[in-house]
């Protein structure tokens, strides 16, 4: 990938993230990476911080490039796409961070069967600790996945999967860390609850859920035996195991992503009808 031209479009929180981490892994360089933007502030701040180009005519930008990311909100990405008509070449790689709009309709759009890989990164990609899934769409190879699992990795995790179960991997990875963030905000309440500081308290439920985390990747065990090891007869977390198995948390944890999935399942419906009326 090194010095490779790259073009991203959208300069929000999920598109500095991957600015950031894809310059500081050396995937290409600041030279070589173009963002564009409507807004001047962003591409001033961004320009000042990472030293890359800017713009705020996309369709100049692309002129050239073999990576265009899109990470645009689903309802401006018609208008972005058709201004890159004029300009787009066949063999540039498209990498669409857009929910919920297939990668078949972003190269129909373009006019020149483009490929297209779609991501599904999450909020972690803010430090380096995403959970992102990858699928190629139409026209893109194995060599085009790569590329986008390449760039994609320098954020986080990630994992290949088929377009259709992209939704899955919302309400997995995507949505998941609101849950975590819950379990992590309740462990708190439940210190403070029992006379401990609530600073204390966050320290404690933090650290204990990034440990239990990292064992579990470490020792590559199934957290039911790493569960079983902590867990002594009579003892303390027996008590409290039976509590949760009482309330249904392992059946709610499942629910949720079920819930989650079949929402981002109608949304990607909702947003693709949209799409097809403006088009």
Do not use: W
């Not at 290409?28 to 409507?38: G, I, K, L, M, N």
């Not at 990668?103 to 909020?123: D, F, H, Q, W």
């Not at 026209?139 to 986080?156: K, R």
């Not at 403070?192 to 933090?206: C, D, F, W």
């Amino acid at each position: 990938m090194a010095n490779n031209k790259i073009v991203l479009i959208g300069g929000g929180n999920m598109g500095r993230s991957l600015l950031r981490g894809i310059l500081k892994a050396g995937l290409t360089s600041a030279e070589d990476f173009t963002v564009v933007d409507v807004d001047e502030g962003t591409l001033g701040a961004l320009r000042d911080e990472y030293g890359m180009r800017t713009s705020t005519d996309a369709a100049e930008a692309i002129v050239g490039a073999e990576v265009v990311i899109l990470a645009v909100k689903p309802y401006i990405l018609n208008g972005v796409l058709d201004g890159l008509v004029p300009t787009v070449e066949a063999d540039q790689l498209f990498i669409s961070i857009v929910a919920g709009v297939k990668g078949a309709y972003i190269s129909k759009k373009l006019g020149k069967n483009n490929p297209v890989v779609r991501c599904m990164p999450n909020i972690a990609a803010i430090v380096d600790a995403a959970a992102s899934g990858v699928s190629a769409c139409g026209s893109a190879t194995p060599e085009h996945l790569d590329i986008a699992e390449e760039l994609l990795g320098a954020v986080g995790e990630v994992v290949r999967v088929k377009e259709n179960l992209l939704d899955a991997v919302t309400g997995l990875s995507g949505s998941g860390p609101a849950y975590i963030y819950m379990v992590i905000e309740a462990l708190c309440d439940g210190g403070v609850r029992m006379g401990l500081t609530r600073e204390v308290s966050m320290k404690l439920a933090i650290q204990t859920v990034s440990g239990a985390a990292q064992v579990v990747r470490e020792s590559g065990e199934h957290p039911a035996v790493l569960k079983d090891r902590v867990t002594t007869p009579g003892g303390t977390t027996i008590a409290a195991l039976n509590v949760l198995e009482a309330g249904g948390l392992r059946g709610m944890m499942i629910d949720a992503v079920v819930a989650a999935t079949e929402r981002a399942k109608a949304v990607a419906e909702e947003t693709s009808a949209e799409a097809s009326e403006d088009a």
